[in-house]
T-cell receptor
């Protein structure tokens, strides 16, 4: 079945540590996105990529980095520069155009 | 600042009733409108998309769009306890970005 796979489901980060969240899709979608969700708030865009080897900052990119070396993969690194990383991270994809998103199951990141 | 506003709720309706969820947006140039359902602890799931003024029906769900009033709504007929979730309104002003509202929590009482 086609879909988006995010891993791990839960992740714990120590202070000063970089962690990488995985996102893989087999939907043949061109565009991929990373969102962050905090309790009581809407989804906020971190980074997005329209094609391989190209990506753009979203509204809250500081402290995060991404790569898009393959169409299927769009990993997100949460760096030590991100001071408040505890949140639910969602990866999404869609075809080009104005359709809706398909979301992965999410990664819940907690700072310990 | 482009915004999407929703009443946070909770909205409580009895089983079998019609649930009405509302959303307003600030960017008049918005072109695409979506409703996502998100169960507690899960990721959002697309349930409706609408692109032109009027109503769009899909099963028990009806999306309504009024661009002049910058208003989009979702009606859920014959509400079931399994419909209890947070409903996210999302608006795309064009290009590759989408702006999400904070969501309305819906409780359907059996």
């Amino acid at each position: 079945d086609g879909g988006i796979t995010q891993s791990p489901k839960y992740l714990f980060r120590k202070e000063g540590q970089n962690v990488t969240l995985s996102c893989e899709q087999n939907l043949n979608h061109d565009a991929m996105y990373w969102y962050r969700q905090d309790p009581g708030q809407g989804l906020r865009l971190i980074y997005y990529s329209q094609i391989v080897n190209d990506f753009q900052k979203g509204d809250i990119a500081e402290g995060y980095s991404v790569s898009r070396e393959k169409k299927e993969s769009f990993p997100l690194t949460v760096t030590s520069a991100q001071k408040n990383p505890t949140a639910f991270y969602l990866c999404a994809s869609r075809t080009q155009g104005n359709g809706g998103y398909t979301f992965g199951s999410g990664t819940r990141l907690t700072v310990v | 600042q482009k915004e999407v506003e929703q009443n946070s709720g909770p909205l409580s309706v009895p089983e079998g009733a019609i649930a009405s969820l509302n959303c307003t947006y600030s960017d008049r140039g918005s072109q695409s409108f979506f409703w996502y359902r998100q169960y507690s602890g899960k990721s959002p799931e697309l349930i409706m998309s609408i692109y032109s003024n009027g109503d769009k029906e899909d099963g028990r769900f009806t999306a309504q769009l009024n661009k002049a009033s910058q208003y989009v709504s979702l009606l859920i007929r014959d509400s079931q306890p399994s419909d209890s979730a947070t409903y996210l309104c999302a608006v795309s002003p064009g290009g590759f970005k989408t702006i999400f509202g904070a969501g309305t929590r819906l409780f359907v009482k059996a």
